[in-house]
């Protein structure tokens, strides 16, 4: 049905994995007529019959495609505009799930804001993919944090005019983060960089950290 069709799509933006509770408010704001309550859990049900969802953990109310195949096509088949406007949606949806204890899901607010700052809030992107990364590197997740540092990095390119200083910082950041992953040589041209910016802005500080990483 129609309204299964765009329960699936929305979803396919929030993940291979959703929540139901996300789901309902994201979906909630969308469109003339939206779909939610009894509307939205038989959707769920339809797409659960055709095997195209499963239910993941009943007590938590959470879903997952069955297929990644399924949840690709459908993430791929949106416009990019629609694709960054649900993207910063859900973003604002889990910050407002998550505002007492948002630290375990930093992955996801840095993901969703990052693929939103288009759209949407730059500096709310550059601040969730840092957070990320430096709880990734909390956590010892090296390849994790460095993929975080990109993301802040490709968010800042977005910021008008581009912040430089910061811009060294996450430099620094990232390739402490590849180096402690093992990818020695990503880490020596990310260092480079960051000792190069340094020279541009005078930051002597800056500089003796990127010649000592």
């Given amino acids: 049905s129609d309204a299964c069709n765009r329960v699936l799509t929305i979803a396919s933006v929030i993940g291979r994995e959703f929540e139901l509770r996300v789901l309902?408010?994201?979906?909630?704001?969308?469109g003339d007529a939206p779909?939610?309550?009894?509307?939205l859990l038989e959707a769920l049900e339809e797409a659960a019959g055709a095997r195209v969802i499963v239910e993941v953990s009943r007590a938590a109310d959470r879903y997952s495609f069955t297929h990644a195949l399924i949840w690709e096509t459908l993430y791929e088949e949106l416009s990019t505009?629609?694709?960054?406007?649900?993207?910063?949606q859900i973003g604002e949806v889990?910050?407002?799930?998550y505002a007492a204890n948002p630290e375990p899901h930093l992955a996801a607010l840095a993901?969703?804001?990052?693929?939103?700052?288009?759209?949407?809030?730059?500096?709310?992107?550059i601040d969730y993919t840092?957070?990320?990364?430096?709880?990734?590197?909390?956590l010892t997740a090296y390849e994790?944090?460095?993929s975080h540092y990109e993301r802040a990095l490709q968010a800042l390119e977005l910021k008008e005019p581009p912040d430089e200083e910061q811009r060294c910082e996450l430099l620094l950041?990232?390739?402490e983060a590849q180096n402690k992953a093992g990818d020695r040589d990503r880490a020596k041209e990310t260092f480079r960089q960051a000792a190069d910016l340094s020279r541009k802005l005078g930051t002597a500080d800056c500089l003796a950290r990127a010649a000592l990483g």
Wanted: proline share 0%; glycine share 14%.
């Fill in 24 to 30: 309902e408010r994201v979906v909630g704001a969308h």
């Fill in 35 to 39: 779909v939610t309550g009894d509307r």
């Fill in 81 to 88: 505009t629609r694709r960054v406007r649900l993207h910063r």
């Fill in 94 to 97: 889990l910050e407002g799930l």
């Fill in 111 to 125: 993901y969703h804001f990052s693929e939103g700052a288009q759209g949407g809030d730059v500096d709310k992107a």
């Fill in 130 to 138: 840092t957070r990320a990364g430096e709880r990734a590197t909390s």
């Fill in 144 to 146: 994790d944090a460095a």
């Fill in 173 to 175: 950041a990232l390739g």
